[in-house]
């Protein structure tokens, strides 16, 4: 078994494992090993509707952002969501619930974009103090153009699992250098870090031979722990901390 295929059954191994049920007045809640920004599993919901399954954060994500002094309450905060929940096929229901429908056959799959899009909007929107005026994202792709470094952004690629993974921006192949991806994590905890090795591992395969991966790290309100750093290396994910964005200019730009 190569490395790869071992690291996605370990994963699915450890998914399984961490994954526990239980029924709520006709919905099956389902507690994950995925953590939230306050160090609690991620719970979504399910049931079958008219011979469909459904499934849905029952609106916590967004309640919790809103509630945290982050509302979603402008057309650029609105269009940041909609693009995040577009690239994982998740639906905006009733204004604050995540949703996704499936079958038997793509249940595994649907399960899986849900737990990635509230990942992401966890990620996306996650501001240390209220009076944050811009977006993380915002800001990596302002430093991008300002640097005049070419890039195709919100890029998705289908992996070894058949799984697909989003990630924020990717930068064509040049004559000095190969194609870079790169993934933003504005809240650089080990989670995030494990869920973008794991992305990245799933579709190394499939990309052009040499392609690199960035993590662009948010160390503005924190310094990057030696738990994130590593479990990036350790899969040959480069960190990128912003404070030191400078410093990896010259490898984007050409």
């Keep these: 078994m190569n490395a790869t295929a071992d690291l996605v059954t370990r994963y699915y191994d450890w998914l399984k494992a961490k994954t526990s049920w239980r029924d709520i007045s006709g919905w099956a809640e389902i507690t994950t090993p995925y953590l939230d920004r306050h160090n609690d599993y991620i719970q979504i919901y399910l049931r079958e509707v008219n011979g469909e399954y459904v499934l849905t954060d029952d609106g916590y994500t967004i309640a919790d952002l809103t509630q945290s002094g982050c509302s ?141 991966a960035y993590a662009v790290l948010n160390d503005r309100e924190h310094s990057i722990s030696d738990a994130v750093s590593e479990a990036l290396t350790s899969y040959e994910i480069n960190p990128l901390p912003w404070s030191k964005r400078d410093e990896y200019r010259e490898r984007l730009v050409a």
């Design 72 to 212: 979603l309450d402008t057309p650029r905060r609105k269009a940041m969501l909609q693009s995040t929940l577009n690239g994982f096929g998740v639906q905006l229901v009733d204004g604050d619930a995540l949703e996704v429908k499936a079958n038997q056959e793509s249940f595994a799959l649907r399960k899986h974009c849900l737990l990635q899009a509230i990942l992401a909007v966890n990620d996306l929107f996650y501001v240390a103090r209220t009076n944050v005026e811009s977006f993380f994202f915002e800001d990596v792709a302002l430093w991008l153009d300002g640097a005049d470094i070419r890039y195709t952004p919100r890029v998705s690629f289908v992996g070894h699992s058949r799984y697909t993974h989003q990630f924020d921006f990717a930068i064509p192949k040049s004559r000095s250098q190969p194609e870079r991806i790169l993934r933003v994590i504005n809240n650089p905890n080990k989670d995030n870090a494990q869920n973008t090795a794991f992305a990245w591992v799933d579709t190394k395969e499939s990309r052009p031979p040499g392609s690199v």
